[in-house]
């Protein structure tokens, strides 16, 4: 049976015999020597307590540890290291989401798991844990044969009798089908489903990154263009829906086709489209957009045209205004053009 506290307090009765055998008359004397004596047994029945209390507390924690790696070594990854981070055991479910055995490990620090703990993760996982019982984080890493995988990671300080740190069980619940499902349904929720650009929602949520980037860091500029498909309602009403819509798609397509990786296109309305170019200049940017227009026009089977205006990204909200001021004109200047926004001195034109 586990010990309890009641049992712990049988110590009250370890104290020598003269006190049980009648020794009230002994509490009662009022002799200084008797009551310096009478403070010190007390002294030695706290420290008793004091000293099974802890064992019990030790002896429970060591128990609950027990319990821990009995029940998750079939759930979750698990790894016990000592108080100088020495791997001493890993479970089976560690093995099979890392591919790193117990023999790989053997002797190894935590810190020498590369897909995991960097010496800078551990020290700030170290200091949090002086304060505190517990720490949780979130990893993403390569196992040992090179696939990807995510886990969520737990991190449990387990004390000894004197309240240092003994030993660190660490646990790992590999969420990677999560993180995949999320991300699969992150790009559903962000994409355009007829051209496959990003959609409204990730347009404003990456402007308001790239204005808050360029506030950091001023060699970081970027620059946004809006386009807008020059009498794309006379496409649908001539052709019909079926043709704008592929319009659009081979616009989208060319749009793509035609950028820097680091670029990102949008289809931000029926036929309008916006592109985020980062650590560009305004200079650099008008001159991609000119050579995208023209790629547009001989690029599509209806020789379709665009008007665009650009603008540098400060503030998220003036950069689409100013880019939308920007378009409008282009548009009331003949369209099939592209306009500057303001560049602090002035405002471009390319025919």
């Given at each position: ?24 008359s ?5 002799d ?20 099974g ?13 027990q ?7 079939g ?30 490990l ?6 020498d ?5 960097g010496?800078s ?71 355009d ?21 360029s ?15 020059d ?10 829906h ?8 081979a ?19 029926g ?15 008008f001159?991609?957009m000119?050579?995208?227009?023209g ?19 400060g ?29 602090l ?7």
């Open positions: 049976m586990n010990p309890t506290l009641n049992e712990y307090s049988v110590a009250l009765y370890i104290i020598p015999p003269f006190i049980m055998n009648g020794g009230l002994l509490w009662l004397m009022t200084s020597t008797h009551i310096v004596f009478k403070l010190l047994l007390v002294l030695a029945t706290a420290a008793t307590l004091f000293l209390v802890r064992i019990y507390k030790h002896e429970i924690a060591q128990k609950r540890v319990l821990s790696e009995a029940i998750i070594d759930v979750a990854g698990l790894v016990v290291v000592n108080k100088d981070l020495t791997i001493e055991r890993v479970n089976r479910q560690f093995t099979a989401i890392t591919a790193y055995t117990a023999r790989h053997e002797s190894k620090s935590i810190i798991l590369p897909f995991l703990f010496s993760v551990v020290d700030e996982v170290t200091q949090h844990l002086s304060e505190n019982i517990r720490w949780k984080g979130e990893f993403s890493g390569l196992n040992r044969l090179g696939g990807r995988f995510t886990v969520t990671v737990h991190v449990e300080k387990v004390v000894d009798m004197l309240g240092q740190a003994s030993k660190y069980v660490v646990t790992f619940t590999d969420i990677s089908r999560r993180k995949s499902l999320e991300d699969r349904l992150r790009k559903l929720i962000e994409t489903s007829l051209t496959s650009c990003w959609n409204r929602r990730r347009f404003d949520r990456d402007l308001v990154h790239y204005a808050q980037l506030k950091r860091h001023q060699q970081a500029k970027a620059c946004l263009a809006i386009l807008d498909i009498h794309f309602k006379q496409i649908n009403d001539r052709f019909g079926t043709v704008g819509d592929e319009s659009l798609k616009v989208a397509h060319l749009l793509k086709m035609n950028v820097r990786e680091t670029d990102h296109v949008y289809r931000i309305g036929e309008e489209f916006a592109i985020l170019m980062p650590e560009t200049d305004i200079d650099d940017a001159e991609a000119y050579r995208l227009k790629v547009i026009t001989r690029g599509t089977q209806l020789n379709v045209t665009l008007s665009c205006g650009v603008a540098e990204v503030n998220a909200d003036e950069a689409f205004r100013q880019a939308d001021s920007a378009l409008y004109v282009a548009k009331r200047s003949g369209r099939n053009q592209v306009s500057s926004a303001p560049k001195e002035g405002t471009n034109l390319y025919f």
